[in-house]
T-cell receptor, first 117, second 114 residues
């Protein structure tokens, strides 16, 4: 399996729908991230989870709700989205923390292409 | 994973020539920098990194130069190949201590002419 797997790869939803994006990393990393890639801002950090704790919420609207049940899985729950939320959502993982060789290198998944109608 | 619709700066080079992609970063306290390559339909992939205590680092066909005085980063690709065609992003680490928070630049599209 590839290092970071994202599903679904493509998602079309209406503004009143509720859907979720899933990310799974098979690299044994302890940090996971959601990035948004759109025409306006190429790679925009949304959320960071370190040791399953959310350490960063980059002023993301509440219609995006992350969930990290363990260090290998990350979800992004979507509800009442707007058309301007259409973008590619990228998940990434890295190894961080004191006492552990940490390069800061992010390993990205292939992304979930979201279209909001 | 392509940056469809983005009006990115574009660098067009002849196959076999050297490519230089530039990036300006914003935070003088950033201590770690990475270059990523994103091919069409894929997520970004790590190319090379450099820490702020260095000004140059070489990899296979790639060199990263860091000028902290003017907060400038460059990626040099030697003997550019068609497979190098992609969007290239620089990223700076603005996190503290052992935490990493990578902020990405807007990207440059590299087109390699056969």
């Amino acid at each position: 399996e590839t290092g970071v797997t994202q599903t679904p790869r493509h998602l079309v939803m209406g503004m009143t729908n509720k859907k979720s994006l899933k990310c799974e990393q098979h690299l044994g990393h302890n940090a996971m991230y959601w990035y948004k890639q759109s025409a306006k801002k190429p790679l925009e950090l949304m959320f960071v989870y370190n040791f399953k704790e959310q350490t960063e919420n980059n002023s993301v609207p509440s219609r995006f709700s992350p969930e990290c049940p363990n260090s290998s899985h990350l979800f992004l729950h979507l509800h009442t989205l707007q058309p301007e939320d259409s973008a590619l959502y990228l998940c990434a993982s890295s190894q961080e923390g004191s006492g552990t060789p940490a390069t800061g290198e992010l390993f990205f998944g292939e992304g979930s292409r979201l279209t909001v109608l | 994973g392509e940056s469809v619709g983005l009006h990115l700066p574009t660098l067009s080079v002849q196959e076999g020539d050297n490519s230089i992609i530039n990036c300006a970063y914003s935070n003088s306290a950033s201590d770690y920098f990475i270059w990523y390559k994103q091919e069409s339909g894929k997520g970004p992939q790590f190319i090379i990194d450099i820490r702020s205590n260095m000004d140059k680092r070489q990899g296979q066909r790639v060199t990263v130069l860091l000028n902290k005085t003017v907060k400038h980063l460059s990626l040099q690709i030697a003997a550019t190949q068609p497979g190098d065609s992609a969007v290239y992003f620089c990223a700076e680490n603005t996190g503290m201590d052992s935490s990493y928070k990578l902020i990405f630049g807007s990207g440059t599209r590299l087109l390699v002419r056969p």
